[in-house]
């Protein structure tokens, strides 16, 4: 079966301070992942996908992502986060863009 | 484009009652997914269509919930009855699906279901 664990529920980082979001799978094949963003009242907009290639992949709004199949994970990255970056943000892992399975989020707090 | 649209954005009903949510995927798009939002559970895919015949329900909960596409631009999940447990966020999102190459899901904003 597969699934996602994101071990952080909430992060609180400075604006301008660099960001790291975890996300570690358990999946029984090559992997698909993806990074969305949810902000209050909205549905889940996806950041970024790995399928295959280069594990470093880039996304919108100045995010990218890692792949390191050796430790199964994912993790999210930005160099310098903005206060717009406070949301809700979910790993997800599948056999394609299909039945997704998601982790249960990480919000992250922007402080001044 | 419009995007996803739900409806209704907020539902508060009491237990026992009929509720239904309904989907307007975006235009073009042959694949649906109904999803449920908690704080226990996280984001769950409950049923998902493509070109209007369910492919997988395993997620559905119980016989209580239902799901339909009568055609490619209308969808409703059906909770009946309601239970308290059911109180949610309920996300609809679709995808086009393409020579069996599936592309990304664009998702609504939700309806937030309160079951009293």
């Known amino acids: 079966a597969q699934s996602v664990t994101q071990p952080d529920i909430h992060i609180t980082v400075s604006e301008g301070a660099s960001l790291e979001l975890r996300c570690n799978y358990s999946?029984?094949?090559?992997?698909?992942l993806f990074w969305y963003v949810q902000s209050p009242g909205q549905g889940l907009q996806l950041l970024l996908k790995?399928?295959?290639?280069?594990?470093l992949v880039q996304g919108i709004k100045g995010f990218e992502a890692e792949f390191k199949r050796s430790q199964s994970s994912f993790n999210l990255r930005k160099p310098s986060v903005h206060w717009s970056d406070a949301a809700e943000y979910f790993c997800a892992v599948g056999p394609g863009y299909s039945t997704l399975t998601f982790g249960k989020g990480t919000m992250l707090l922007v402080s001044p | 484009d419009a995007g996803v649209i739900q409806s209704p954005r907020h539902e508060v009903t009491e237990m026992g009652q009929e509720v239904t949510l309904r989907c307007k995927p975006i235009s073009g798009h042959n694949s649906l997914f109904w999803y449920r939002q908690t704080m226990m559970r996280g984001l769950e895919l409950l049923i998902y269509?493509?070109?209007?015949?369910?492919?997988?329900d395993s997620g559905m909960p119980e016989d209580r919930f239902s799901a339909k596409m009568p055609n490619a631009s209308f969808s409703t999940l059906k909770i009946q009855p309601s239970e308290p447990r059911d109180s949610a966020v309920y996300f609809c999102?679709?995808?086009?699906?393409?020579?069996?190459?599936?592309?990304?899901?664009?998702f609504g904003p939700g309806t937030r279901l309160t079951v009293t």
């Open positions: 790995y399928f295959s290639g280069d594990t």
């Open positions: 269509f493509n070109n209007n015949v369910p492919i997988d």
């Open positions: 999102a679709s995808s086009a699906r393409t020579s069996g190459v599936e592309y990304e899901q664009y």
């Open positions: 999946y029984g094949a090559t992997p698909y």
